[in-house]
């Protein structure tokens, strides 16, 4: 079992920088990949980046270049450097975690919106 939870949201002007955070509860985190995902309102849950358990990264096409993820394991938390913030970067930020395909543990998110 997996416990989640998001935080390092806000608001931010565009250009500007946010890290966001989630701390995991679990003996087994460091087997875990680690996603996030951000669902905008009216729009469907999209998944931003992934890293996996031995630590290769994966970036969706609108943030690659701004956003970085990584993990500490010693801390049981994944971290999403976000860069370059622009409006349409607005969303609720999830982190999730899973084992194989699919993802079976989800934070309750955490709000991040940036203003133009």
Do not use: W
């Given at each position: 079992q997996v416990q989640l939870v998001e935080?390092?949201?806000g608001l931010?002007?565009?250009?500007?920088?946010?890290?966001?955070a989630c701390a995991?509860?679990?003996?087994?985190?460091?087997?875990?990949a680690m996603g996030w995902f951000r669902q905008a309102?009216?729009?469907?849950?999209?998944?931003v980046a992934s890293i996996?358990?031995?630590?290769?990264?994966?970036?969706a096409d609108p943030v690659?270049?701004?956003?970085?993820i990584s993990r500490d394991n010693a801390k049981n938390?994944?971290?999403?450097?976000?860069?370059?913030?622009?409006?349409?970067?607005t969303a609720?930020?999830?982190?999730a975690a899973r084992s194989g395909w699919a993802y079976d543990y989800w934070g309750q998110g955490t709000q991040v919106t940036v203003s133009s």
């Open positions: 935080s390092g949201g931010v002007q565009a250009g500007n920088s946010l890290r966001l995991a509860s679990g003996r087994t985190f460091t087997s875990y309102p009216g729009k469907e849950r999209e998944q996996s358990s031995g630590g290769s990264t994966v970036y690659k270049g701004r956003f970085f938390t994944v971290y999403l450097q976000m860069n370059s913030l622009k409006p349409e970067d609720v930020y999830y982190c």
